[in-house]
DNA sequence: ACGATGATGAAC
DNA sequence: TTCATCATCGTA
């Protein structure tokens, strides 16, 4: 059972919330490695401006502008992955950053801890093709086992920093940040 | 061609 | 709070 490319065109903060829960996959080889997503976040559209896109399009966050499902994994601070899926319709940005998946807290270690670097940027998430690839959730999660906040390390982006656009598992050990 | 700047994590 | 450390982008 593999999630569908259709799963992905929706909102991002419908998709980032959809997404808890849910088996992030990784094949390398011979080997499995199967973690589950509990902390996500949602970066919507041209003028939030704590999304990549805010600033138009460009070769770096291109991939954000086409179809949903799409892998876009971009390097940052000098020696940092970060791993995001695009979602909802072609020729609007958005994408849901997965910041934490069970064993891995934070967005940094969990693409170390799957090797998950720039080659997997522009690659479908939706084919089991690439060695990564997402499955459904065991159990529907309780709503009020998901908690909203506001995302990390956006200071500077002005009204949108203040968007509780962040969605993670209340009773997950792994979250990134309190 | 150059300089500013991060969707971070770890150490101190 | 500082630092490691560099691709990307705006400006020119």
Redesign the pocket.
């Given at each position: 059972m593999i999630i569908k490319q259709a799963f992905f065109n929706h909102s991002a903060i419908k998709v980032a919330q959809d997404l808890l829960g849910c088996f992030l996959i990784r094949k390398i080889g011979r080997k499995i490695i199967k973690t589950k997503i509990v902390e996500t976040?949602a970066?919507d559209g041209p003028r939030d401006l704590?999304?990549?896109a805010s600033?138009?399009r460009?070769?770096?966050?291109a991939v954000?502008f086409g179809p949903a499902g799409y892998i876009y994994v971009?390097?940052?601070?000098?020696?940092?992955f970060?791993l995001?899926i695009v979602t909802g319709k072609p020729g609007y940005p958005a994408?849901v950053?997965i910041r934490a998946v069970e064993p891995f807290n934070?967005?940094?270690?969990l693409t170390k801890g799957l090797a998950i670097k720039k080659n997997f940027n522009r690659l479908p998430i939706f084919t089991k093709k690439h060695g990564l690839w997402l499955e459904p959730k065991a159990e529907p999660i309780k709503p009020n086992n998901i908690i909203r906040a506001k995302r990390?390390?956006?200071d500077?982006a002005g009204a949108y920093k203040n968007k509780l656009w962040r969605f993670y598992l209340k009773d997950s050990k792994f979250i990134?940040k309190k």
């Open positions: 976040e970066y704590a999304s990549h600033r138009g460009t070769n770096r966050n954000m971009y390097f940052t601070y000098g020696l940092h970060m995001n994408a950053l934070g967005p940094a270690r990390i390390g956006v500077y990134s």
